[in-house]
């Protein structure tokens, strides 16, 4: 017999979206249970764990789960720049500390947490609404019943793709990265790489953590290059390009791979009894593919809208529709402006990355943070506009905006 569970509300996925879905629900009432497929939360790591310190604070991290970041520095073929901060704004976290925390934050406020549990099948009623899932865990099959299931499970989008709701993602981001003790490093300072040799279509980076340790990647453009990011990060610490060659000796003592979507925001959200939050609904910023910090935003919102929908026992998509709305008013217009500008440098030869970087180095620290982290609002645009004569400037920006 296979074990079986109601539950107000499943969600599907122990990453940043899945476990903070889980605690805004389950903090507002409802019986909430998080389902991970892994032995541990973030047993594996997928992604460099790149994000702003804002966010950090409001969310309630704690500050021994990242490294602060205060100066950025890029490298293309023949040009360096880099910009700096009197104060740290941006960080590295400690990602498998951080998701942990995530997770135990859902379980503190009454979260049911289920470990090893695959989720392969989704549960129908008549009219072909989702009311719960199924598959194996280490007892066999295993059943959970649900008003409303969140889909937290990341690229792979599991439960959506049983639904028949969503297809393969065409445009994605593929990283691979050495987490690696080193001889020399600055724990202020991050590195972007650009240009051909590093990557022919995303960016290469150094992301410090503190205590020696560093974070060396590479990310590749599906399908625009057919380039593997793991062989072309093995040649690029070979051959100890642009910065890496400061480090000294690398150690590696972690492997991480990851897929990140980069198609913007193209998915619909909200289904009767369904949501897609995180990486399922692909809410990530397509300047530097992260993505973490909207996944706990959305994921709290969504915990909430879902839970505030069963106690009023209503759970089709219009009543899930204020979860939509409210991704879509906070990001949606930026993230479609910061999909041009990475259009743009996906198509860069060197000689044009060399000249971006006299650009980027125009900014100041407070314009240069609004656009990497893809905060375009249209005053931010007209006083960067004005700010900067340059014909290049100008034209980057009015690109942002449309022009």
């Excluded at 934050?105 to 072909?128: P, S």
């Excluded at 369904?274 to 809410?283: F, H, N, P, R």
């Excluded at 409210?326 to 000689?351: C, F, M, P, Y």
Aim: glycine content about 8%.
């Amino acid at each position: 017999m296979p074990e079986e569970y109601d539950y107000d509300l499943v969600v599907v996925g122990g990453g940043p979206a899945g476990s903070s879905a889980a605690f805004a629900a389950a903090k507002n009432g409802i019986k909430v249970a998080l389902i991970e497929k892994e032995n541990s939360i973030a047993e594996t790591v997928r992604t460099s764990g790149v994000t702003w310190i804002e966010s950090i604070k409001e969310f309630g991290i704690p500050d021994n789960c990242y490294n602060p970041i205060k100066n950025f520095s890029f490298v293309s073929p023949n040009n360096e720049v880099t910009i700096s901060d009197s104060i740290a704004t941006a960080a590295v976290l400690d990602v498998r500390k951080t998701y942990r925390w995530l997770a135990n934050e859902a379980e503190e406020t009454g979260a049911d947490i289920f470990l090893k549990i695959n989720i392969n099948e989704v549960i129908k009623n008549e009219n072909n609404d989702i009311v719960g899932v199924k598959g194996t865990g280490p007892k066999g099959e295993i059943i959970f019943h649900s008003k409303i299931v969140i889909d937290a499970t990341g690229f792979t989008s599991v439960i959506s793709k049983a639904m028949g709701f969503v297809t393969q993602w065409k445009r994605f981001g593929a990283g691979a990265e050495y987490e690696a003790i080193v001889e020399n490093s600055d724990p202020d300072t991050w590195w972007l790489m650009v240009g051909q040799e590093y990557t022919p279509a995303g960016y290469a980076w150094i992301f410090p953590l503190g205590n020696n340790i560093v974070r060396i990647g590479v990310g590749v453009g599906k399908p625009e290059s057919d380039i593997d990011p793991t062989q072309r990060l093995k040649e690029i610490i070979e051959k100890q390009l642009g910065p890496i060659k400061k480090l000294g000796k690398i150690t590696p003592i972690e492997f991480h791979y990851g897929l990140i979507p980069n198609d913007g925001l193209s998915r619909k959200t909200v289904f009767n009894n369904l949501i897609l939050v995180g990486d399922s609904a692909g809410q990530a910023n397509p300047l530097v593919l992260e993505g973490i910090r909207y996944a706990i935003r959305f994921g709290r919102v969504a915990g909430k809208v879902a839970s505030d929908a069963i106690k009023n026992k209503k759970t089709d998509k219009d009543a899930l529709y204020p979860y939509e709305e409210n991704w879509r008013n906070a990001i949606e217009t930026k993230i479609n402006s910061a999909g041009k500008v990475q259009d743009r440098w996906i198509g860069l030869s060197d000689k044009e990355w060399d000249k971006e970087l006299d650009i980027i180095n125009e900014l100041k620290t407070d314009e240069f943070l609004d656009f990497i982290k893809a905060d375009f609002g249209l005053s931010n645009m007209l006083k960067l506009a004005m700010n900067h004569p340059k014909l290049a400037v100008r034209q980057l920006f009015n690109l942002v905006k449309g022009k």
